[in-house]
C-alpha cells in the first residue's frame, strides 16, 4: 500500500511541476502590446524592470507598460529613417558592445574561478576590530572663538550648553554638539588625527581647523566592536577577493600583450 501511495505522490508530483514549468512558460510569452507587428510580451517587462515577479517590491505596471511602447515607438520609427546605419549610432553602438563584452568575459573568468570559503576566510581574517569614538563638537567661524570657548569650558563651563548656544553646526547643536559614535574614517581627517590621541572624557586645548571652520572637540567615549561576522561580510568579502582576482588577471593580460602608455 505504502509503494502505491508513494508511486502516485510522485506521479502528482511530477504533473504538478510539469504544470508550473508549463504555466511559467506561458506567462512569460503573455502578450502586454502590440506595436504595429512586434509584441510585448510579460518577459520583455520583467526584463525591463529587472525585479523577479513577485517580489515584494513592484513598480506601476501601467507605467511601465507604456513606457515600453513608446520606447518600441520610437525605435520602429528610427528603423524606418536608418538610423541603425548612421555612423554616430555605429560608433555609440561599438562602445556599449566593447563594455559588454568586457562584462561578459569578466563574469565567464570568475565563474572558471569559483570563490571558495578558505579564500574568503582568508580574508575575513584581516578584518580587525573597529574603534569607534563618541564625540561631540562645537563650530565656530574663527579660531579666537573656538580658543574662548576652550578657555570657557577649562573654567567649568557645561560643553553641550555652550555647542547649543553658540555651534554653526544647525544638526548636532540642538543635541549639545553630539555626533554619536563615529569611526575615523567617518569623521574630518584634521579631527580623527587629534581624537586618536585623546583619553575618555578630555576635550580639545586647541582649535581643530577644517574645511568647514574651526572645532572644539569632546571625546565622551571608545568602544572597540569586534569585526562583521563571516556570514554578514560575504558579500563584501566576494567583492575584495574578486577585485584581487581582476588585478591579476590583468596583470597577467598585460604581460602576454603589448601595452605602451604613452601620456600618465
Given at each position: 500500500?505504502?509503494?502505491?501511495?508513494?508511486?502516485?505522490?510522485?506521479?502528482?508530483?511530477?504533473?504538478?511541476?510539469?504544470?508550473?514549468?508549463?504555466?511559467?512558460?506561458?506567462?512569460?510569452?503573455?502578450?502586454?502590446?502590440?506595436?504595429?507587428?512586434?509584441?510585448?510580451?510579460?518577459?520583455?517587462?520583467?526584463?525591463?524592470?529587472?525585479?523577479?515577479?513577485?517580489?515584494?517590491?513592484?513598480?506601476?505596471?501601467?507605467?511601465?507598460?507604456?513606457?515600453?511602447?513608446?520606447?518600441?515607438?520610437?525605435?520602429?520609427?528610427?528603423?524606418?529613417?536608418?538610423?541603425?546605419?548612421?555612423?554616430?549610432?555605429?560608433?555609440?553602438?561599438?562602445?556599449?558592445?566593447?563594455?559588454?563584452?568586457?562584462?561578459?568575459?569578466?563574469?565567464?573568468?570568475?565563474?572558471?574561478?569559483?570563490?571558495?570559503?578558505?579564500?574568503?576566510?582568508?580574508?575575513?581574517?584581516?578584518?580587525?576590530?573597529?574603534?569607534?569614538?563618541?564625540?561631540?563638537?562645537?563650530l565656530l567661524k574663527t579660531r579666537d572663538?573656538?580658543?574662548?570657548?576652550?578657555?570657557?569650558?577649562?573654567?567649568?563651563?557645561?560643553?553641550?550648553?555652550?555647542?547649543?548656544?553658540?555651534?554653526?553646526?544647525?544638526?548636532?547643536?540642538?543635541?549639545?554638539?553630539?555626533?554619536?559614535?563615529?569611526?575615523?574614517?567617518?569623521?574630518?581627517?584634521?579631527?580623527?588625527?587629534?581624537?586618536?590621541?585623546?583619553?575618555?572624557?578630555?576635550?580639545?586645548?586647541?582649535?581643530?581647523?577644517?574645511?568647514?571652520?574651526?572645532?572644539?572637540?569632546?571625546?565622551?567615549?571608545?568602544?572597540?566592536?569586534?569585526?562583521?561576522?563571516?556570514?554578514?561580510?560575504?558579500?563584501?568579502?566576494?567583492?575584495?577577493?574578486?577585485?584581487?582576482?581582476?588585478?591579476?588577471?590583468?596583470?597577467?593580460?598585460?604581460?602576454?600583450?603589448?601595452?605602451?602608455?604613452?601620456?600618465?
Amino acid at each position: 500500500m505504502y509503494k502505491h501511495w508513494l508511486v502516485g505522490s510522485l506521479l502528482v508530483g511530477a504533473i504538478s511541476f510539469h504544470g508550473m514549468v508549463i504555466q511559467a512558460e506561458e506567462t512569460s510569452a503573455t502578450v502586454l502590446a502590440t506595436v504595429n507587428d512586434k509584441t510585448i510580451t510579460q518577459q520583455d517587462y520583467n526584463d525591463y524592470v529587472g525585479i523577479p515577479p513577485g517580489a515584494p517590491s513592484q513598480p506601476n505596471q501601467e507605467f511601465v507598460i507604456n513606457d515600453l511602447v513608446n520606447r518600441e515607438l520610437v525605435v520602429q520609427e528610427a528603423l524606418k529613417q536608418n538610423l541603425d546605419k548612421d555612423d554616430g549610432f555605429l560608433k555609440i553602438l561599438e562602445k556599449l558592445k566593447s563594455r559588454a563584452l568586457f562584462e561578459f568575459a569578466m563574469e565567464k573568468y570568475y565563474e572558471k574561478h569559483p570563490l571558495g570559503d578558505e579564500r574568503l576566510r582568508e580574508e575575513h581574517n584581516k578584518f580587525k576590530p573597529i574603534s569607534q569614538y563618541k564625540i561631540r563638537h562645537i563650530l565656530l567661524k574663527t579660531r579666537d572663538e573656538a580658543l574662548a570657548t576652550i578657555a570657557e569650558i577649562q573654567q567649568g563651563k557645561d560643553f553641550a550648553q555652550l555647542a547649543m548656544q553658540r555651534s554653526l553646526d544647525p544638526t548636532s547643536r540642538q543635541r549639545g554638539g553630539d555626533l554619536g559614535w563615529l569611526t575615523k574614517e567617518q569623521m574630518f581627517e584634521q579631527i580623527a588625527q587629534v581624537v586618536a590621541g585623546m583619553g575618555k572624557g578630555t576635550f580639545t586645548t586647541q582649535a581643530i581647523q577644517t574645511q568647514v571652520g574651526w572645532h572644539v572637540v569632546l571625546l565622551e567615549d571608545m568602544r572597540e566592536l569586534p569585526p562583521v561576522q563571516f556570514e554578514a561580510a560575504r558579500p563584501q568579502l566576494s567583492a575584495i577577493v574578486r577585485n584581487e582576482m581582476a588585478q591579476a588577471h590583468f596583470a597577467e593580460l598585460k604581460k602576454q600583450g603589448k601595452v605602451e602608455i604613452t601620456k600618465k
